[in-house]
């Protein structure tokens, strides 16, 4: 793994992180919006708010895979 890809690597970790920060911080906000329209959340959403966040999993696997990639690269790599 030449100095380049691990620059890249590292780099797309940090922009997953940012992305989940952002989207947690978005999550979380207690404004609402003014029209009724929404149905209402179920409990399980409510209690679990993250695991049942579709853009949370998607973060959460691509930082999954990207350490994996940076291991697997490290492990691979004459250094």
Partial sequence: M???DFILAILALIIV???MV???KLGRQESTQ???Q????SEKV???YVMKNPVFVALLIA???ILLYIVYAA???NW
């Fill in 2 to 4: 030449g100095s380049f």
């Fill in 17 to 19: 992180a940012g992305a």
């Fill in 22 to 24: 952002y989207t947690y």
């Fill in 34 to 36: 003014a029209t009724t």
């Fill in 38 to 41: 929404d149905s209402s959340i």
């Fill in 46 to 48: 409510q209690d679990h």
């Fill in 63 to 65: 930082t999954v895979l």
């Fill in 75 to 77: 492990l691979n790599s």
